[in-house]
């Protein structure tokens, strides 16, 4: 309806308006509606005759180019009339008058007629679906529409016929004329101007001569009128001129009404069906769906080495140079960080912009709806996004590659995708990464390659054309310009600043930079103030327009002008490359699939097609058996080991520290002092310390063992790198409980300081081992004294082994040090000086020259043999001593004490062994299973970790196929609801 009426008053104004007439009745422009301004300047006088024609690819986009264009009236010839004419004058005359009585009431009736019908059709379109909401109709409307037949009232109506019959009847020819002069000069309603201006536009010369010359005798007669006889012709421009704008006047409070009341249906039905009145599942907007196949393309290939040639628009500019800004004014809301100068975008920016009840903000990733009507949540926006974008910059790095995703909703908003990449610079600061120009560019190419993405490419109007950078870049993308849309920002500053705003002219018409374009607009976003509201930039605009001589000179077109009409543009071509691209790219992914599924079903038959997330709860779940697998350990085992363990570990310090230092006393009272204040001092020290780092590590090694040895049916070897990881990253989070140091370090004191073997077995084990004790020992010092001397002479003579000239001299001393110890076989653990010398003495006479500390060095180890020697047979001996151990060794020489030293040893081992094996199974294997959970949910949440540690080419296979699957599956969905929309 609107777009009829449109055409009809501006065709009507238009016949009664000459051409060469100069309007001199004004009317403040920021009154008018945007289409009636656009209608003021394309008829005003003051448009230049002599502006070029719109370029088809401006015209494409502008929001009111789909008005019908007039044809063009027939320029009558300049000569004269023929004689036929004149002398047939009177005729024609006659007949003319009589032909324009029929015309008149003809097209009135035809072109009411045929505009109610149009105005139905459009408006019944324009609607919603209502067929969900019947229940709004109140039950009364349905009574009357069943108690009226209305086919049989429009039966009743007169035929055209009938109306045709009227036609003769003189009587009516001055009802006719009163009501075509009351169109112009009563106040009547837009419905009578509208039904006026059909029968008008019915009138209107053609092609046919007899209707010209019947608009011609009608013209005269008109002429002819009383009223404007009266007139003069000055008189009768003005009037004209004045009923033209109030008819301008009138029409847009109507399109303002209708345009409000419609938005308000919409904004009312949305809410309805956002709250689920029907109680039926909502669906997802079209615009959402093609979100989310995108967000899925991202997440595939961070890259965009793959083949996704999906529209987006693609927001490149230089840095400051609003596109920011630019982005804001379409969604209607401050959403970006700003600063002044400063690099706000670090990392591209996909904003989904879509029509919704409330205009509300949400990511991509959180469940928050941030109200952008709201000063608030604004800011709380902006934070968030200033947030991610410095998450997402590595170290040591200025921009990011990774992509922030976030939906906007709004009444009024156009639907479309939305990517604002960081501003293009030209030199790298203070502060900036080195390589952030190239990076930044990188970026941009990469976004831009994409065959099918609409380049928004944004261009400063304050600074000079000449030091533009983004313009080379999108020249190079897109040469052709077959998908690039230029926008010209602070046209505001331009006109004031620069000396020849013609200039702006040749940059909206495309002839000042190389590059090419669809369509060229201008915009003005604010007065630069980052406290501007979205309302006041948009009246700042208006007004900026509304008195630029740019628009008033015809240098820029109405069209051209507004973030409005860029937002309307750009969502038609994002929309007309989407319906054109879409279904290709389906294809693509389809083909990608089935080459996928072919490579794994040739490659891995037998196994599931498991991604890599899959594949980690399979692995976690495995681990966790593992874990629990340690409780069924039984006791004996663990005391078994940690016996052992624990023993080998404080070995050393027993026998070297202790037993050693006090056998050397020759009196049992004097070792007894000795050992008791040793192990007292050890006990203190390091003895509970080294049985909870004993206990850890056997708790780690069973651990390890488990995990190792656990092979069952379904044990893939894809796990192994996850399961090294979780069972590393558990024992370094693990710590003891410390309190179990001082419960432990009392229970090896209470069993250190008992000395009362009760029964023979317990002395034959604890001589037993002391045997094996001091065996091991022995074992170990011959080695070391067989190292030092070197190969003896069975060694020479069968395996070809020589002595270097160390060992042979180690051997000479050996040798010496051998006899010394023959001759005193009570001989203490250490060499008097004047024993060395005499070793010197005895080796320098044999041709060996020796160091006094290597003889004391090997005086050590031979020395060491020889006492464990002896021990060995007095151990042997105190076998049968344990009936003079419980007479405590009275008229007895044997002398046993250092079999008491082991047997208090080994009971130590043992109480230890248990207390240790207690607080294993009860506290500390569940408190690594906790830890081994923590581990496991650390590493599910960690995506990079995953990747790490379940790698091959299996798991990308899988993880493409999911992805390729996934993508089909929402483009054939979107495809669908795209078919439906149509």
């Known amino acids: 309806m ?7 008053v501006c065709i009507a104004c238009k016949n009664l308006v000459s051409s060469n007439m100069g309007v001199r009745f004004r009317v403040p422009l920021q009154k008018l509606h945007h289409l009636s301004r656009a209608i003021h300047h394309r008829y005003s006088g003051n448009t230049n005759s002599q502006r070029p024609p719109h370029c088809a690819a401006s015209r494409y986009f502008t929001s009111i180019s789909r008005l019908p264009v007039r044809p063009p009236k027939s320029s009558s010839g300049s000569g004269g009339r023929s004689y036929q004419q004149q002398r047939n004058f009177w005729v024609i005359r006659l007949a003319s008058r009589l032909l324009k009585l029929r015309y008149i009431l003809l097209g009135s009736a035809v072109g009411g007629g045929y505009t109610a019908k149009k105005t139905y059709d459009e408006w019944k379109d324009m609607l919603p679906d209502f067929s969900q909401y019947n229940w709004v109709i109140p039950d009364f409307v349905r009574d009357l529409s069943e108690q009226i037949d209305f086919d049989k009232l429009a039966k009743a109506l007169p035929e055209m016929e009938e109306i045709a019959k009227l036609l003769p009847d003189l009587d009516k020819i001055g009802e006719n004329f009163t009501f075509l002069r009351s169109l112009l000069s009563s106040g009547v309603s837009l419905g009578s101007e509208v039904k006026g201006a059909s029968g008008l536009h019915l009138l209107e010369p053609t092609g046919d001569p007899s209707l010209k010359a019947t608009d011609s005798s009608a013209a005269s007669q008109e002429g002819s009128d009383k009223q404007y006889k009266k007139s003069s012709d000055k008189e009768k421009i003005d009037q004209l001129q004045e009923e033209l704008l109030r008819t301008q006047l009138r029409y847009q409070r109507m399109l303002e009404r209708l345009e409000k009341e419609n938005k308000e249906l919409r904004k009312v039905v949305l809410q309805k069906d956002d709250k689920g009145i029907h109680q039926r599942k909502a669906k997802k907007s079209l615009i959402d769906l093609y979100s989310e196949v995108l967000d899925i393309l991202s997440d595939y290939d961070a890259n965009y080495n793959t083949q996704d040639h999906l529209p987006r628009v693609v927001v490149v500019g230089d840095q400051s140079a609003g596109k920011t800004s630019v982005l804001e004014m379409i969604a209607q809301a401050r959403i970006f960080p700003r600063g002044s100068g400063e690099m706000m975008t670090r990392s591209p920016v996909k904003v ?10 949400i990511f991509k990733d959180s469940g928050r709806e941030f109200d952008l009507t709201k000063e608030e949540d604004l800011a709380a926006l902006r934070h968030e996004i200033e947030l991610r974008m410095r998450k997402s910059v590595k170290e040591g790095q200025t921009v990011s590659s990774e992509t922030i995703s976030l939906s906007v909703k709004g009444p009024g908003i156009q639907r479309m995708v939305l990517v604002d990449l960081p501003g293009v610079i030209s030199t790298v600061t203070t502060g900036m990464a080195t390589d952030t120009k190239e990076t930044i560019f990188s970026i941009s190419k990469a976004y831009m390659q994409n065959p099918n993405a609409i380049i928004l490419c944004i261009q400063d ?8 950078i983004v313009t080379d870049l999108v020249s190079q993308m897109d040469p052709q310009g077959k998908r690039t849309i230029f926008v010209l920002t602070k046209v505001d500053l331009a006109e004031k600043n620069l000396a020849s705003p013609s200039r702006i002219q040749q940059i909206v018409e495309g002839k000042l930079f190389p590059m090419k374009a669809l369509g060229y607009f201008a915009v003005v976003t604010g007065k630069g103030s980052s406290g501007e509201s979205i309302e006041s930039i948009k009246d700042y605009e208006e007004d900026f327009f509304q008195n ?8 820029l077109k109405a069209h051209q002008v507004t973030t409005k009409n860029l937002s309307l543009a750009v969502s ?14 389906a294809d693509v992914f389809k083909a990608s699939r089935f080459n996928l599924e072919t490579e794994w079903k040739n490659n891995y038959p037998r196994l599931r097609e498991l991604d890599r997330n899959e594949l980690f709860e399979k692995a976690k779940n495995e681990i966790l058996d593992e874990v629990i697998s340690l409780s069924q350990v039984t006791p004996q085992h663990w005391e078994s080991i940690l016996q052992k363990k624990l023993w080998e570990r404080v070995s050393t310090h027993v026998i070297e520290n202790i037993y050693l230092p006090a056998a050397q006393t020759m009196d049992s009272g004097t070792f007894n002092t000795t050992v008791d204040i040793k192990l007292k001092q050890w006990t203190d020290k390091q003895l509970p310390h080294k049985a909870l780092e004993v206990a850890w590590e056997t708790l780690q090694e069973e651990f390890a063992r488990f995990m190792a040895e656990y092979r069952g049916k379904d044990q893939d ?3 192994d790198k996850l399961k090294e990881a979780v069972k590393d990253e558990s024992i370094k989070r693990h710590k003891w409980n ?3 140091k001082d419960s432990l370090r009392v229970i090896q004191h209470n069993a250190l300081e008992d000395r009362s073997i009760t029964d023979k077995p317990q002395w034959d084990a604890a001589i037993q081992f002391m045997e094996e004790t001091l065996q091991t020992r022995l074992k170990d010092t011959e080695s070391v004294i067989g190292d030092m001397v070197g190969p003896d002479w069975k060694q020479r003579w069968w395996h070809w082994k020589n002595r270097t000239p160390e060992q042979h001299i180690r051997n000479e001393t050996k040798n010496e040090l051998d006899r010394l110890l023959k001759l005193h076989d009570d001989h203490t653990a250490y060499l008097a000086n004047d024993e060395v010398t005499t070793v010197r003495k005895n080796l320098e006479g044999r041709g060996v020259e020796v160091d006094p500390v290597l003889i004391k060095d090997t005086w050590h180890q031979l020395y060491r043999r020889h006492f464990l020697q002896n021990a060995l047979s007095h151990c042997n001996l105190c076998k049968r001593g344990f009936y003079y151990y419980q007479r405590h060794f009275v008229d007895s020489e044997l002398e046993c004490n250092d079999v008491v030293l082991f047997w208090r040893i080994q009971r130590m081992l043992v ?3 248990n207390t240790l094996r207690q607080q294993l199974t009860n506290t500390e294997v569940r408190r690594l299973e906790k830890n081994v959970k923590e581990v496991l949910d650390d590493f599910g949440e960690d995506m990079e970790k995953k990747t790490q540690l379940i790698t091959g080419r299996r798991v990308q296979l899988a993880e493409d196929l999911k992805k390729v699957r996934e993508i089909q599956e929402k483009l054939e969905a979107f495809i669908e609801a795209l078919h439906k929309e149509k």
């Open 717 to 719: 070897d894809i796990f």
């Open 352 to 361: 989904t912009l879509s029509e919704g009840p409330h205009h509300v903000a």
């Open 572 to 585: 038609d071509c994002f929309w007309k490359m989407v319906r054109e691209s879409v279904e290709q790219q």
């Open 461 to 468: 109007g304050s600074v000079d054309a000449e030091r533009s």
């Open 738 to 740: 410390e309190r179990a």
């Open 548 to 555: 630029s001589r740019l628009l008033r000179d015809g240098m």
């Open 2 to 8: 609107l777009r009829v009426g449109r055409k009809h």
């Open 911 to 913: 109480i230890t062994a």
